[in-house]
């Protein structure tokens, strides 16, 4: 499956993005879909997964009450809405994918899913 993600913008803390990771084949044929970030000179950190059939989504405890994950299998996007940026949420955003539940269906587990886009960029300033 292809993953291309888009909606990465500059925005000013306090402000909202959401990201769209759009999937070349059915996401209901995945176990799992989720999204990494990276920022500059810092390991990736899993963000946000979610559970393609039952739909069930599990966050970050460091975005848990600012984003949601979503997913419209009829459409095969993945989104990530992003309310009360700050300035530690700059870095490039990927989506993951995984058609098994080797590693489970959780924020760290997508870090090992062998499915990523290019990644989309969010900058926030303070």
């Known amino acids: 499956v292809q993953l291309v993600e888009s909606g990465g913008d500059s925005v000013q803390a306090g402000g909202s993005l959401r990201l769209s990771c759009a999937a070349s084949?059915?996401?209901?044929?995945?176990?799992?879909m989720g999204w990494v970030r990276q920022a500059p000179g810092k390991e990736r950190e899993g963000v946000a997964a979610?559970?393609?059939?039952?739909?069930?989504?599990d966050l970050a405890d460091s975005v848990k009450d600012r984003f949601i994950i979503s997913l419209d299998n009829n459409k095969n996007i993945m989104y990530l809405q992003m309310t009360d940026l700050q300035p530690e949420d700059t870095a490039m955003y990927y989506c993951?994918?995984?058609?098994?539940?080797?590693?489970?269906?959780?924020?760290?587990?997508?870090?090992?899913?062998?499915?990523r886009g290019q990644g989309t960029q969010v900058n926030v300033s303070s």
């Open positions: 979610i559970n393609t059939g039952a739909g069930t989504p």
């Open positions: 993951a994918a995984d058609f098994g539940a080797w590693y489970g269906c959780s924020p760290s587990s997508v870090l090992k899913f062998a499915f």
């Open positions: 084949d059915h996401t209901a044929k995945t176990y799992c």
